[in-house]
């Protein structure tokens, strides 16, 4: 999984969500049969990890019940284990107990947590006993309050020293692989999640004690970019793909995203201007 994480290339994480709370409808796979053809479609356009979550945490939401998510999920990591045994996939959960269930069904995989670990106190501990990689993303209270508790002086220094914060965290529980997320939409205005893309380069790479840890960006659908279009979520690929061009130039190692083939495709076309400005440089 090392190298998944911690590629020379830019990586494309897919989204696959089984609840039907999820704020874009196309990302839901509500049966079986969807959801072995999505995860089966997004690894053939080439996603380098699928990321698959059963409790929606979107801003104003409700999350269901620890028994309810893993029911729901259930279902998926059978077919996983049995249809696509060897690919790479993320837990998106905020619940050590769902992590330790997973873990005993499937095996490794990485854990996506929107709390940092802090919405379940022995989220980190379950990391670093099963050696699992964990994202670690950035936000402020729950889904129903985050909204409210957008004040900040500088978001981009703030978020930084979070993320550095949590390092420290960490040297008690000692997790060994760490990606961060910024956590575009959660806790932030649209205008702090744009200044926040916008100094994103002084985030990644992000480096502690000789260790770098690569950053994650989920700007997919996002409202910040559907409500500003005046549009919906079903709408704004195009501004979507724009935004993960920006993202990728400001240094972002992994994009999380709701279109496999557009995201792929968009890392091609920076790997080829960053080749082509590098021969233009020694020339």
């Given at each position: 999984?090392?190298?998944?994480?911690?590629?020379?290339?830019?990586?494309?994480?897919?989204?696959?969500?089984?609840?039907?709370?999820?704020?874009?409808?196309?990302?839901?796979?509500l049966?079986e049969?969807?959801?072995?053809?999505?995860?089966?479609?997004?690894?053939?356009?080439?996603?380098?990890?699928?990321?698959?979550?059963?409790c929606?945490?979107?801003?104003?939401?409700?999350?269901?019940?620890?028994?309810?998510e893993?029911?729901?999920?259930?279902?998926?990591?059978?077919i996983?284990?049995?249809?696509?045994p060897?690919?790479?996939?993320?837990?998106?959960?905020?619940?050590?107990?769902?992590?330790?269930?997973?873990?005993?069904?499937?095996?490794?995989?990485?854990?996506?947590?929107i709390?940092?670990?802090?919405d379940?106190?022995?989220?980190?501990?379950t990391?670093?006993?099963?050696?699992?990689?964990?994202?670690?993303?950035?936000?402020?209270?729950?889904?129903?309050?985050?909204?409210?508790?957008?004040?900040?002086?500088?978001?981009t220094?703030?978020?930084?020293?979070?993320?550095?914060?949590?390092?420290k965290?960490?040297?008690e529980?000692?997790?060994?692989?760490?990606?961060?997320d910024?956590?575009?939409?959660?806790?932030?205005?649209?205008?702090?999640?744009?200044?926040?893309?916008?100094?994103?380069?002084?985030?990644?790479?992000?480096?502690?004690?000789?260790v770098?840890?690569?950053?994650?960006?989920?700007?997919s659908?996002?409202s910040?970019?559907?409500k500003?279009?005046?549009?919906?979520?079903?709408?704004?690929?195009?501004?979507?793909?724009?935004?993960?061009?920006?993202?990728?130039?400001?240094?972002?190692?992994?994009l999380?995203?709701?279109?496999?083939?557009?995201?792929?495709?968009?890392?091609?076309?920076?790997?080829?201007i960053?080749?082509?400005?590098k021969?233009?440089?020694e020339?």
């Amino acid at each position: 999984m090392d190298n998944i994480l911690h590629g020379t290339s830019p990586r494309v994480m897919g989204i696959i969500n089984l609840s039907p709370d999820s704020f874009y409808t196309g990302s839901r796979c509500l049966s079986e049969d969807e959801f072995r053809q999505r995860y089966g479609m997004m690894l053939e356009q080439g996603a380098d990890i699928i990321d698959i979550g059963a409790c929606s945490t979107r801003p104003g939401s409700t999350p269901v019940s620890e028994e309810e998510e893993w029911e729901l999920l259930k279902p998926a990591l059978k077919i996983i284990l049995r249809v696509y045994p060897h690919s790479q996939f993320s837990l998106d959960t905020f619940r050590s107990a769902v992590v330790e269930r997973a873990f005993d069904f499937v095996g490794d995989f990485i854990i996506n947590d929107i709390s940092a670990g802090e919405d379940d106190k022995d989220m980190l501990k379950t990391a670093a006993r099963l050696e699992l990689p964990f994202i670690a993303m950035h936000k402020r209270g729950t889904p129903q309050t985050m909204q409210s508790l957008c004040d900040y002086d500088d978001v981009t220094a703030e978020v930084r020293s979070y993320f550095y914060d949590f390092l420290k965290r960490n040297e008690e529980w000692g997790v060994k692989e760490i990606l961060f997320d910024p956590g575009f939409g959660f806790a932030k205005t649209a205008n702090q999640n744009y200044e926040l893309l916008n100094n994103l380069s002084s985030l990644s790479p992000l480096m502690h004690n000789g260790v770098r840890y690569p950053i994650l960006v989920g700007l997919s659908r996002k409202s910040m970019i559907y409500k500003l279009l005046e549009s919906s979520p079903d709408d704004v690929l195009h501004a979507t793909s724009a935004l993960n061009l920006v993202a990728l130039i400001n240094g972002t190692d992994i994009l999380r995203v709701h279109d496999v083939k557009e995201a792929k495709d968009i890392v091609r076309l920076y790997e080829t201007i960053k080749k082509t400005g590098k021969v233009n440089k020694e020339n």
